[in-house]
């Protein structure tokens, strides 16, 4: 295992509700490209775009739908239903529909989605747009992703410079933790040290405890171990930071890179300099 870099050699694949990706599938016929900010980015990552409402045999256009009962997990165990404007019940339609999406992301070896926050199928913590209210989260499609352990990015965010750096790296990191090996002390604490700093970053007080915890390992650790901290891990990765935690992260690091290689960057902030979004998401990348 290599002790400096984290190196993802195949492009990341992530799903993504097809009308966040411009295609014209809403119940109105449009559709949003919410990839539009990311420019020649887009093309680092391979998409695979699924509509669980088409796929439910629904069509374009299609009358609006929304949950009844309770939210989207509830639907899957019959306690809440689906219906359209019309009040006619499509719950089993939707169901078959979320089903199919969910087959086709785990055939292309997906783990990460981008969902269209709002909408009944795949909202996770808003199924409706009205401005003051959440409707019943998550929603059908969406709550299946969370009971699968997806890694979960709002549409939303994909136009934030920095809301988007910090999802990208949460994702890789995500990725190549799931995905990889370990089975020895040597294996487990490596992956450690290549992620601590991040960890330290989203939950310092979890990080230091288990920074304890493992080194007071005694001898190899058991599967069953390896699992639990992967899956600590993976669940903390999907927990956004916040801009004052980014900032002093960011100090931090220039703080110790400048004392190692005795070398300045020029427009990089301290964490009390007030600037915008943007500029710190340009500082974050020099």
Not at 57 to 66: A, E, K, S, T, W
Not at 118 to 140: D, E, F, M
Not at 207 to 219: I, N, P
Request: aromatic share 10%; hydrophobic share 40%.
């Amino acid at each position: 295992m290599d002790k400096k870099n984290v190196v993802i050699s195949n492009r990341v694949a992530i799903g993504i509700s097809a009308c966040c990706m411009g295609c014209p599938v809403r119940y109105n016929g449009k559709g949003l490209d919410t990839l539009a900010a990311m420019g020649r980015e887009r093309s680092d990552f391979k998409w695979c775009p699924v509509c669980p409402e088409c796929m439910a045999g629904l069509g374009v256009p299609r009358d609006p739908i929304h949950l009844t009962g309770g939210d989207g997990a509830k639907v899957w165990t019959s306690e809440a239903e689906v219906k359209n404007r019309h009040g006619r019940l499509v719950t089993d339609d939707v169901k078959f529909g979320a089903l199919s999406c969910l087959e086709t992301l785990k055939r292309a070896g997906i783990t990460a989605f981008v969902y269209m926050d709002g909408s009944p199928s795949c909202g996770v913590y808003r199924t409706t747009l009205k401005a003051t209210k959440r409707g019943n989260p998550p929603g059908i499609f969406g709550s299946l992703l969370l009971s699968q352990g997806f890694f979960l990015i709002p549409a939303a965010d994909m136009q934030s410079p920095l809301k988007w750096w910090d999802w990208r790296r949460r994702l890789l990191a995500f990725y190549w933790l799931k995905n990889l090996e370990i089975s020895s002390k040597a294996e487990l604490y490596e992956a450690w040290s290549k992620l601590k700093f991040l960890f330290q970053e989203l939950d310092t007080q979890w990080a230091r405890a288990k920074g304890r915890e493992l080194a007071a390992l005694d001898g190899a650790p058991e599967e069953v171990y390896i699992q639990a901290f992967k899956a600590e891990a993976l669940e903390l990765l999907r927990k956004p930071s916040t801009v004052k935690r980014i900032t002093n992260s960011l100090w931090k690091n220039y703080a110790h890179y400048r004392k190692t290689a005795g070398k300045t960057v020029e427009g990089i902030n301290s964490p009390d300099f007030h600037r915008n979004i943007t500029t710190i998401a340009k500082e974050l990348v020099k």
